[in-house]
């Protein structure tokens, strides 16, 4: 009964391979979103997702492209890894609507690139 | 600067004692949502504070907003292991409208002794 899950939780590759990571939630809400913690902890967004369209995008390289097949899912597609881009990635979703929302994060993927 | 300043950044008590970890803010906080981290998951949502003023607890935690909405404090009253861990704030700035971006700061490391 997992809320927010991602797939891989650990990944392991070298500078310029393309690598995808996927998210799937399953509360039924209608926004997702991409976040990056860097090795201090410290977490920034990346995306968002609204009913499959795209609402934020946080100066991230276009290296990075999101794709939301349908409301329960966002992947994140990663071209020409770079050593930088080492972080753990994580996935969230949220209700939408007027007001704020509490929004319910996945376990993380751990992206080390060597 | 970082939009989200939070103290201490880390933090170490013995078992029993109580403690406080600060969130502060330069602009206005429309949510201010505060979340804990275990090493190597995700991040696990605990309250979230809209009202000045507005004051919620969970068990042996308590979060509190100020009433000019720039300041949160979290307490811990008779820390035990278990809640050791990261803990984040994060702001959303979108003023009331659909899509929680949310903000976070850099957190703060509580490690409590047994």
């Known amino acids: 009964d997992t809320a927010v899950s991602q797939t891989p939780k650990y990944l392991v590759t070298q500078m310029g391979n393309d690598k995808s990571i996927k998210c799937e939630q399953n509360?039924?809400?209608?926004?997702m979103y991409w976040y990056k913690q860097d090795s201090k902890k410290f977490l920034k967004i990346m995306f968002s997702y609204n009913n499959k369209e795209l609402i934020i995008n946080e100066t991230v390289p276009n290296r990075f492209s999101p794709k939301s097949p349908d409301k329960a899912h966002l992947n994140l597609h990663i071209n020409s890894l770079e050593l930088g881009d080492s972080a753990v990635y994580f996935c969230a979703s949220s209700r939408s609507g007027r007001g704020s929302y509490e929004q319910y994060f996945g376990p993380g993927t751990r992206l080390t690139v060597t | 600067s970082q939009e989200l300043e939070q103290s201490p950044q880390s933090l170490i008590v013995q078992e029993g004692k109580n403690l406080t970890i600060n969130c502060t803010s330069s602009?206005?906080?429309?949510?201010l949502y505060w979340y804990k981290q275990k090493y190597g998951e995700g991040l696990i949502f605990l309250m979230m504070?809209?009202?000045?003023?507005e004051e919620k607890s969970h068990e042996k935690i308590t979060a509190k907003l100020d009433e000019k909405k720039q300041q949160s404090s979290l307490h811990i009253t008779a820390s035990q292991p278990s809640h050791a861990g990261i803990y984040l704030c994060?702001?959303?700035?979108?003023?009331?409208?659909?899509?929680?971006?949310?903000?976070f700061g850099q957190g703060t490391i509580l490690t409590v002794h047994p």
């Open positions: 602009k206005t906080l429309y949510g």
């Open positions: 504070l809209q009202k000045g003023g």
């Open positions: 509360l039924g809400h209608d926004t």
């Open positions: 994060g702001a959303d700035r979108g003023g009331g409208t659909s899509y929680g971006k949310l903000t």
